[in-house]
């Protein structure tokens, strides 16, 4: 009887370590980060998405100075993915949205930087390794 309550022991707390580890990594995800250039300058401000060749969840992040980090949290789960790189700027003119509501509504015009082949079209692609380094580093051309 002493033996079985050993093993019953030793088996609760190795669930528990084991369930220790799941809790801080949510269902495998793994933390992502790298650098994105736009003909050789950081990309100072845009977006960045990841999309599954396959199933499984899109997830995304911010670029800021060049660089972007995905944490464990929120990061992708292991496998192929096609990389989406959008970044917007001003173009110094207004668009007037008062067509749309009854008051008078300004909003500065924006216009997308990065080329459709690494957002909409995209050809960029990041493969997401358990337990890896998992840092990508992008060189964007705008030709």
């Known amino acids: 009887m002493k033996d079985a309550k050993q093993v019953l022991v030793v088996l609760l707390l190795l669930f528990s370590v084991i369930s220790l580890g799941c809790r801080n990594n949510p269902a495998g995800r793994q933390p992502v980060e790298g650098r994105v250039t736009l003909d050789g300058t950081p990309l100072q401000d845009g977006d960045l998405a990841l999309r599954p060749v396959g199933k499984g969840p899109s997830v995304g992040g911010r670029i800021a100075n060049g660089r ?3 944490a464990r949290k929120y990061g992708p789960l292991p496998g192929s993915y096609h990389v989406l790189i959008t970044s917007h700027q001003e ?21 997308q ?3 459709a082949q690494y957002n909409e079209l995209t050809e960029l692609k990041m493969e997401v390794t358990s337990g890896g380094e998992n840092k990508f580093d992008y060189s964007l051309d705008s030709k």
């Open 113 to 115: 930087i990065v080329p």
């Open 91 to 111: 173009t110094g003119r207004e668009m007037d949205l008062s067509d749309y509501s009854n008051e008078k509504v300004k909003v500065a015009e924006t216009r």
């Open 68 to 70: 972007f980090r995905i």
